[in-house]
């Protein structure tokens, strides 16, 4: 099933989770719309792997970031879990930049107030 759509002089088209986009017809972009998969407990738990795939990173990320202290609250019953409150309240905490320069000063920023 194709779905064929045109804005300000982009054209795309929708194949079976890709991506075709000719920017004036000059260059073509093809990128893998990927499905995520997400389990989220009856009690809103959410397991490393559902949590990662919820924020966007790597299981390992969300491992380092625990180990560092910057990441979301989550809590060990016998394995890490992390409630879906936690992970929209971090991700709402996080501060918008316009540069990686600019992130990394407010990093240096936020570590100094620690």
């Known amino acids: 099933m194709y779905f064929f759509f ?3 002089m982009n054209y795309y088209i929708f194949c ?7 920017y004036k017809k000059r260059r073509t972009i093809v990128a893998r719309v990927a499905e995520v998969e997400v389990v989220i407990l009856p009690d809103g738990r959410m397991d490393t792997d559902s949590a990662a795939a919820y924020v966007g990173v790597a299981p390992k990320t969300l491992a380092m970031w625990r180990w560092q202290g910057i990441g979301p609250r989550f809590i060990k019953r016998g394995r890490i ?3 879906r409150e936690d992970l929209d309240a971090w991700i709402g905490r996080a501060q918008r ?7 990394k000063f407010q990093a240096v920023r936020e570590a100094e107030r620690l």
């Open 6 to 8: 045109s804005i300000l």
């Open 16 to 22: 079976d989770y890709y991506i075709v986009c000719a």
């Open 81 to 83: 879990f992390y409630y």
């Open 97 to 103: 930049v316009n540069s990686t320069a600019q992130a």
